[in-house]
């Protein structure tokens, strides 16, 4: 990757550090797509003017514009977010509050916190008979602000947000000591087509770095989404039920045999998403299977 005097040079009509440092990595990704050495980009005043103009004001706050800049790369929006995930986003996302964008070590400042305590709940309801898993946990109810964030997080290229989610579910300590007793942490898996378009997985997300802080074994190799459905939200009950029938796939069940397993998914509404994930995963005759989500509708 080229990352050194020489693009410093031609970017150095940009004073801010750290915006330098994004354009940078954007750079690089320009020069790699439109098939530029950087004695090109060097000899070509045109070029760089043009590149420095699209590029300004691309970013706010934390918060980059993916679907601009891949018209500018002239590439897939899922490939700018695997470029940032891959190569800088530690170095881009300036540790902020993911809620209010402020400045803040934890992802989540003291007042977004107190914002979030109001709205919070930490049920567990036993599901036992109705379902395929055991317990349901959810820590919000799905309104109001809640709703707003959790509909930023997953349609609104906000996918930050769930470092301040899971940081805000660890600080509680009932759900905290709960949580450490599962031995896999499983998130609802998305199909191919919607991963290209949204780019990431909420669920994944959350579940990477709840197995991270938690030390528990994440597991993305069992569940998989072979089919791409009409989004659940979009159908009532009945329609829900029969649509997410046979779309997920279970692989590699041995891993997950005799072990409590942890279900991962943003949002509980009729529940037969995570029915259908669980009802797979018992295949495997696990220990157990609980559903973690963020708020029930
Ligand atoms: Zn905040």
Known sequence: MLYNDEICYILRPINDKEEQTYTYEIFNLYMENKNLTIEQMKGDNKIQKQFLEEIKNKRIDNEINKSELARILGI??????KYLKENTISNLAPTVCGICGKINSDGLCPKCTKILE??????????NICMNFEN??????????????ILDYKFNEKPYIYVSFVN???????IFEILKSYDTIIPVP???KRMKERGYNQSLLIAKKLSEDLNIQLQTNCLFKTKNIVEQSKLN???????????YELKNEQIINNKKILLIDD????????NECSKMLRKAQPRKVDVLVLAKD
């Open 76 to 81: 897939a929006r899922c490939t700018i977010y």
């Open 118 to 127: 109001k709205c919070a709940k930490f049920e567990i309801i036993n599901k």
């Open 136 to 149: 349901l946990i959810y820590i919000f109810k799905y309104e109001g602000i809640i709703r707003k964030l």
């Open 168 to 174: 805000f579910i660890l600080k509680n300590k009932k």
């Open 190 to 192: 998305i199909s191919r």
């Open 237 to 247: 009950k009945e329609q829900r039920e029969k649509n997410i029938q046979n779309v």
């Open 267 to 274: 949002i509980y509404t009729t529940g037969s998403t995570v």
